[in-house]
């Protein structure tokens, strides 16, 4: 028998999985039996050259994000996520309803989120500032910093040095700024991933997983902004909203949609102030957007 090794999904490339063990990179066959594996996981391999194996086992993940897939289906993109970072800019107009799904995929995931708020070279509104406020008053943690100025970027670089991190939002925020400025070898390492392997080029549509020179790892994942609510259900969209929970189960009706139901503990908040109104609008825009069959009781 084969020795068993543990390693760490860093990428998918054309013609198998790399997996990272010892710092060293083995082009990984996968058994079909197995569920999908993503960048992220934590996986057991067996060898057959010393650059080649095989996936044997999926080790339990602490986070998986997902995205949608065909029909109904939902499918993973990356494992074992701590934080999604969230970035925003006063350019473009921040979409705080973008804002809102990442964060409610996150309450029901088992991961963190907080928010960056890019570009503050930039003159910012009011409103906005109120905005943000609202959220950092949430519990979420706020970063405001420019990545093409180098304003507050130190203390972003220690938190993600803690931990493995994901940055999303909308296009022309500046993700592959902030990346660039913390992963500045980042395209070296992809072309030493191809060298290794020796197995064509890193295909850019999927997620890798990098390490980040100051410690951490930092997920990269094309097109993350187009997630929606990857089959999330309406109960768990409310769960979603951070400042619901508390309301939740004192509405009158257990199967309460939040919305013109009578005796709905979570309306009361609004009009009490208790729950911000543009974030309870929010609410009622993404369950408008919500696929029938995620109406369902949960
Ligand atoms: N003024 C200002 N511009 C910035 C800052 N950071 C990034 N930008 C600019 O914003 C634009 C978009 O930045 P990107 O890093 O490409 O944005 P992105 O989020 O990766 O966009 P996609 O790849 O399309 O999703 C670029 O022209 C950057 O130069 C900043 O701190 N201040
Ligand atoms: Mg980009
Ligand atoms: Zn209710």
Redesign the pocket.
């Known amino acids: 028998m084969t020795t068993q090794s543990e390693g760490l999904v860093v990428a998918h490339l054309g013609k198998g999985i790399a997996v990272e063990v010892d710092s060293q990179i083995i082009l990984c066959q996968t058994l079909r039996k197995l569920e999908t594996i993503v960048v992220g996981d934590q996986v057991l391999i067996s060898r057959s050259s010393p650059d080649q194996g095989r996936i044997e086992q999926l080790l339990p993940r602490r986070s998986v994000l997902q995205r949608p897939g065909r029909s109904d289906q939902t499918r993973p993109v990356a494992a074992n996520i701590d934080t999604i970072f969230v970035?925003l800019?006063a350019?473009p107009e921040c979409d705080f309803l973008l804002l809102d799904q990442y964060l409610a995929i996150c309450e029901n995931g088992n991961i963190d989120a907080a928010l960056i708020f890019?570009?503050?070279?930039?003159p910012c509104a009011d409103d906005i500032e109120q905005e943000l406020q609202y959220y950092q008053d949430l519990g979420y943690p706020l970063y405001k910093?420019?990545?093409?100025?180098n304003?507050g970027m130190a203390e972003l670089k220690q938190v993600l040095s803690r931990q493995t991190s994901l940055?999303a939002?909308?296009?022309?925020?500046?993700?592959?700024?902030?990346?660039?400025t913390f992963l500045p070898e980042m395209s070296l390492k992809i072309g030493r991933v191809s060298e290794i392997t020796r197995h064509g080029r890193h295909t850019t549509t999927a997620a890798t997983l990098y390490h980040l020179p100051g410690g951490g790892n930092l997920i990269d994942s094309?097109g993350?902004?187009i997630f929606g609510l990857a089959g999330l259900t309406e109960a768990q969209l409310a769960r979603g909203y951070r400042e619901f929970q508390p309301f939740i189960g004192q509405c009158r009706f257990n199967d309460c949609r939040h919305v013109n139901d009578k005796y709905c503990a979570v309306r009361a908040a609004v009009e009490n102030a208790e729950i911000g109104v543009n974030r309870y609008r929010r609410y009622l825009k993404l369950r408008e957007k919500m696929p029938p069959g995620h109406h369902a009781k949960s």
């Open positions: 970035v800019a350019e890019n570009k503050i070279d930039l910093v420019s990545a093409s100025r304003i940055f939002g909308q296009s022309g925020v500046g993700k592959s700024s902030l990346t660039k094309p993350v902004a």
